[in-house]
């Protein structure tokens, strides 16, 4: 469904932060929004607004695909402002002159590395938790123990038929008298 109107619950801690942090993230990047239309007034902030949509659909349906695309917008922004300051060292502007544009980009471009941050970091539990429902990662103590239990029953078989092996080979030896190489002709490869 494209606009979810239920949430679906957390199930777990981790997924719990996530929501929080992608809530947090959300209201975040509404202040950033109306930072780029009034302060630096760039229609950009439109697009921010969007990305809240973004990160909407994300926490409320405990999506991965949406957290991945919040951070490639992030990354954008980051490098809209890397070209920003790229321009400032190019043109010989004044580089550490402070103007209302200049401070506003530096700060943006810290909210934006913690903003990939934490949108990797929901994207992560999002994933746990996606493969945990299809029986993937996680795994409980109980099938921990019964996984070792079954690797050492295995462990045992494989190697009951090699012991018997290693015991009978020089009895078999000692029937055919002397152990005597390969002396066939063989085929060259290559």
């Known amino acids: 469904m494209c606009i979810p109107f239920q949430s679906i619950?957390?199930?777990?801690?981790?997924?719990?932060?996530?929501?929080?942090?992608?809530?947090?993230?959300?209201v975040s990047q509404f202040v950033v929004g109306l930072i780029k239309l009034f302060v630096l007034q760039q229609m950009a902030g439109f697009y921010d607004f969007f990305t809240i949509f973004i990160l909407y659909m994300a926490w409320a349906q405990l999506n991965y695909c949406n957290c991945v695309i919040a951070v490639f917008y992030f990354l954008q922004n980051l490098l809209m402002i890397f070209i920003f300051f790229g321009m400032n060292v190019e043109l010989s502007i004044s580089f550490f002159q402070?103007?209302?544009?200049?401070?506003?980009?530096?700060?943006?471009?810290?909210?934006?590395?913690?903003?990939?941050?934490?949108?990797?970091?929901?994207?992560?539990?999002?994933?746990?938790l996606q493969y945990d429902q299809m029986g993937g990662l996680i795994q409980t103590d109980q099938q921990n123990d019964w996984a070792q239990n079954n690797n050492q029953q295995q462990q045992q078989y494989q190697q009951q038929p090699y012991y018997n092996q290693a015991t009978a080979q020089p009895q078999q030896q000692a029937q055919r008298g002397q152990f005597q190489a390969f002396t066939g002709r063989g085929v060259q490869i290559g």
């Open 98 to 128: 402070p103007t209302r544009i200049g401070v506003t980009y530096f700060i943006l471009f810290f909210y934006y590395i913690g903003a990939c941050y934490v949108a990797f970091l929901a994207y992560r539990e999002f994933k746990i």
């Open 9 to 26: 619950p957390p199930p777990t801690e981790g997924t719990k932060k996530a929501v929080q942090m992608l809530q947090i993230l959300g």
